[in-house]
């Protein structure tokens, strides 16, 4: 019996050392998985607002014009985890393009019940109290179904990350946060505008 004991304790012990040991292994291999899977989701992201902050740095005023939704909208639809991408700037402006759900739908009565996409700007602080965020909706791209404008006091500034993007003078991936108008998770991607040097704002997209 003592030896038949030692014999099941010693088999025990090696049966233990092998299942830990593959253990181990597979999750070595899942964690090595997911870090390639989170870059292949984030790193195109992050080339992508390189290229926009480049233009934005090159010719802001662009952004100003609503010719610069286009461009916007083909960022947004390079990759399917992007649901907005926007350029925001220290003086308060801020243009943004995004898709449309049905939780976007219901979180304002005003947007159209057809609507699929959705394109805005935020005038900037010079403005002062007629400072508003003009809206519109397409059910397909270019093909507007509606819009209008409502006063805003948004300071893009205080967006999460943008601080961030500011000092580290690189790109930036916020925690995950609740998008307001969704209900849904988001990580933010932010990669800063320099222009001879100086930060004037953040080129910046939202992954779900």
Known sequence: IPILILILLYNYHKNSEAIASTLEQSVNKTIQSNIESAGNFIHPVGGMLRLLAGI???DPAYFRTEASADLLYRALISGEQVDAVYVSFDDGYHRVVTRMDEDRRR???????????????IDDFSVGKDRARHRLFFDSWGHSVGGYSVPSNLDIRTLEGYAQARSTR?????????????????????????????????ASANIT
Do not use: C
């Not at 790109?171 to 990580?187: C, F, M, R, W």
């Open 56 to 58: 934005a740095a090159v």
């Open 107 to 121: 979180s304002d009565p005003k947007i159209p019940s057809n609507a699929n996409w959705h394109s805005s700007y």
């Open 170 to 202: 690189g790109l930036v991936i916020t925690e995950p946060t609740i998008n307001p108008d969704t209900g849904s998770p988001i990580l933010s991607v932010r990669y800063p505008i320099l222009r001879n040097g100086e930060f004037i704002g953040a």
